[in-house]
């Protein structure tokens, strides 16, 4: 029997790959499975030793403790706590509240990270502006940035909105944008003539081919550095958030291969994700950023993280045996 026997080509575990990623994404969106999952008394505590690896806990207490780490390390940090698609209103303000706590505890050199629709969004536009404002407002008081997060492309017309009519009141409230969406080509210049931080990532949403680039596609890199390209050029503030190192690398050579403290620009990260990255990067000169994520809204995000590369499918088995290194 041949080794051929035993292990797939480079196309068939490629195809294995891509119909994995596929499978997580679409169960990243089952809006059920988040509070199934996590509480079933078998899987539960399976999925969690998964989980920990990319978030930092379920309370303010548990985010506070890595945003110290991060910040000692000598790198920024930016914090969100989980949740999307809330339909009640009423848990939309309360949810707020814990962003709002967020924003007057976190230490200096933390930003504040949401999704518009665990404020209120997937209820009514209004109430997610009106929760968002106070976020921000908190975010001003304490002198730190507040980022709105990228979410599917169904919602981002509503999510632009939101973020237009915040830049009206505020200059220190920023946006995602997904180099897979197609409609980005047209929405970066539009957001190049607003205030706030443009965070710049690959994108990770199950997503139809009319709307998006596949994260397979060999076309999405070269889309990702336009657009870090232009961020660049214009000089606007920016976050570089990927853990592809070529990706950095590239970015690292467009920049000068070296970074000032005064720089507009960032290399951002993942919690869990890309350490190495963003030390390297540090060590470059450039200001630095690690994403922290807490709550108990853990699964769809865990899907998504594992559908970036299904790879870490073999650290997710391992993390949940309890056998790793990290155990």
């Given amino acids: 029997m041949s080794a051929n026997d035993h292990f797939p080509d480079n ?4 195809a294995a790959a891509a119909g994995a990623a596929q499978v997580l994404r679409a169960l990243a969106l089952d809006e059920k499975l988040k509070w199934q999952v996590p509480e079933d008394p078998l899987l539960g505590p399976v999925v969690r ?9 379920q309370s303010l207490d548990d985010a506070l403790d890595r945003v110290t780490d991060v910040l000692a390390r000598g790198h920024r940090a ?11 209103p009423e848990r939309a303000v309360a949810e707020t509240d814990v962003f709002v706590d967020a924003a007057r505890r976190l230490p200096a050199g933390c930003s504040v990270s949401l999704d518009l629709s665990h404020i209120g969004l997937a209820v009514d536009e209004e109430l997610a502006l009106e929760n968002a404002t106070r976020i921000a ?4 008081d304490t002198g730190r940035e507040m980022v709105i997060s990228a979410e599917g492309s169904d919602r981002t017309d509503a999510v632009l909105a939101v973020h237009r009519r915040l830049c009206e009141r505020f200059d ?4 995602t944008v997904q180099a897979r969406l197609h409609r980005t080509a047209e929405d970066l210049p539009a957001l190049l003539a607003l205030p706030g931080r443009i965070r710049l990532v690959k994108g990770a949403f199950l997503e139809p081919e009319t709307a998006a680039l596949a994260r397979e596609d060999a076309a999405l890199p070269a889309a990702y550095m336009r657009y870090a ?6 000089g606007h503030a920016c976050s570089y958030a990927t853990h592809d190192w070529e990706l950095i690398h590239r970015i690292d050579e467009l920049l000068g291969g070296a970074g000032r403290e005064d ?3 960032e290399f951002e990260t993942l919690l869990g994700l890309g350490p190495d990255r963003i030390a390297a990067m540090a060590e470059r000169g450039h200001p630095t950023r690690e994403y922290v994520v807490f709550g108990t809204e853990w699964w769809l995000y865990v899907c998504n993280r594992l559908a970036e590369d299904p790879r870490r499918l073999f ?10 290194p990290d155990q």
């Fill in 11 to 14: 196309d068939a575990a490629a």
């Fill in 49 to 57: 030793r998964v989980a920990r690896r990319y978030v930092a806990g």
């Fill in 78 to 88: 930016n914090a969100e706590y989980m949740g999307e698609s809330c339909r009640d």
């Fill in 137 to 140: 407002r908190a975010a001003a």
């Fill in 172 to 175: 220190h409230v920023g946006i």
């Fill in 229 to 234: 390209e232009q961020l660049a050029d214009s």
């Fill in 263 to 265: 720089a507009p620009w």
């Fill in 315 to 324: 650290q997710a088995l391992v993390d949940a045996a309890g056998t790793g």
